[in-house]
């Protein structure tokens, strides 16, 4: 039977921006007056939502605000959202890195922490020593971490490098060490930030593998991490965090849902809010669907149609878009090269449309990325993630969850003879 292991009551932070520490001597003796009479905090009453997209009003911000949450031995949590959205903020708050403002955070059993790159590590120690310092914080003997020393080293693949002092790692190194570390020594809970971007390739299959037995374990895991594909395969259960509050807690295909239809999903147009200093910008996208709501039947002619405007004459540009899904994925992409068309050869405006006559695209939402590049310098112009979006349906069939781990991509006519 599975027990409660984090416990999180009303949880808020309040922030005061601009400021390193808790505010003047003024504001201290002010908030320890209403302290000692147990009353509220008086700052507290002013806080401002946490929107970084609004400039402030107020000195106050509420980082975070009534976060109620449980988790359960061997579960795997994601916490998704949108950049500013608190995620880190709570992490650092079950990791004891800060403490909340208001509020209580109960938790039953050790805990491993890897919330930015290189957490936990003194930069003048060897890797060796980190690991042996990582190792007594989490109250470990020397024998016991010795035990598991081969075992980090071999699944970091630092090993050359074991006996060098971390300041020289670089930043992928550092987070090799540091997620085998917390992997491998005993702790019954594993707390990690979106660090393992910073990873390869393989180093991510690795960990993605490690963090599945670890729960397989009995170990809990707290992940959060922009990768839909990572917390789609990873994780049961998922908070979705909005403006420093819990906008939706539930089954991770409803979170992933609720995060693309209320925080990614942009419209099926795209018009570029400012002039940006470069030398091309796209300043329209435009999904050109079959139905007028921004839906697009299944097996009908889909057309793309781009804007780009350029402040000088370009000889080698090429133009570029891709068509992800729900998970980032990208299912088509398109290209064209300067030399196949005159494309920006004159500074102005210049009308690009691209059309699929029978794209095989399922049931779901897409989401529209858009490149300009330099194609003898390989160099990137400029580029726009979701710049629009669009759904696809077929005779009136809505599909309301996005894809899971093996689900077909493609759905096609067929005949039974």
Request: aromatic share 8%; proline share 3%; glycine share 6%.
């Amino acid at each position: 039977m599975s027990s409660t292991v984090i416990e999180v009551e009303n949880i808020s932070k309040l922030y005061r921006l601009g400021e390193v520490t808790t505010g003047t001597l003024s504001h201290d003796l002010n908030r320890w007056w209403h302290k000692i009479r147990g009353k509220d905090d008086p700052y507290a009453q002013v806080g401002q939502t946490n929107d970084r997209t609004r400039k402030s009003t107020s000195e106050y911000v509420w980082a975070l605000k009534d976060i109620n949450f449980t988790v359960q031995q061997g579960e795997v949590l994601g916490i998704i959202g949108r950049n500013g959205a608190g995620k880190s903020t709570l992490l650092k708050l079950l990791s004891r890195v800060t403490s909340p403002t208001q509020g209580s955070i109960k938790i039953r059993g050790r805990f491993a922490s890897l919330l930015e790159v290189g957490t936990g590590f003194h930069p003048e120690l060897t890797g060796r020593e980190n690991v042996y310092l990582n190792g007594a914080i989490l109250g470990m003997t020397r024998r016991e971490i010795s035990s598991k020393l081969d075992e980090i080293v071999d699944f970091s693949g630092c090993a050359a490098y074991l006996d060098t002092p971390v300041k020289r790692y670089s930043s992928g190194m550092k987070v090799r060490l540091a997620f085998a570390v917390a992997a491998h020594l005993r702790s019954e809970i594993l707390i990690v930030d979106e660090v393992l971007a910073v990873g390869d390739i393989e180093f991510q299959k690795k960990c993605m593998g490690k963090m599945g037995e670890a729960t397989r374990d009995g170990r809990t895991v707290l992940f959060v991490s922009h990768n839909m594909q990572a917390i789609s395969t990873l994780t049961t259960r998922c908070l979705l965090m909005r403006k420093g509050t819990c906008f939706f807690e539930g089954s991770t295909q409803e979170a992933i849902a609720a995060y693309l239809e209320n925080e990614v999903s942009s419209g099926n147009e795209y018009v570029s809010p400012e002039p940006k200093d470069c030398v091309a910008q796209i300043v329209r996208a435009k999904v050109e669907t079959s139905e007028p709501s921004g839906t697009h039947v299944h097996g009908q002619p889909l057309k793309i149609h781009f804007e780009v405007e350029t402040k000088e004459p370009l000889q080698n540009a090429s133009f570029s878009f891709q068509i992800t899904d729900n998970l980032h994925q990208p299912i088509v992409h398109a290209w064209i090269f300067d030399s196949d068309r005159p494309l920006m050869r004159t500074a102005g405006r210049h009308k690009i449309t691209c059309t699929l006559p029978n794209p095989r695209l399922y049931l779901g939402n897409y989401f529209i990325n858009t490149y300009i590049a330099d194609s003898r310098s390989k160099s990137l112009i400029e580029n726009i993630e979701s710049a629009c979006s669009f759904r696809v349906e077929m005779h009136n069939h809505h599909r309301e969850w996005p894809w899971q781990e093996n689900t077909c991509k493609y759905l096609e006519d067929w005949q039974w003879d």
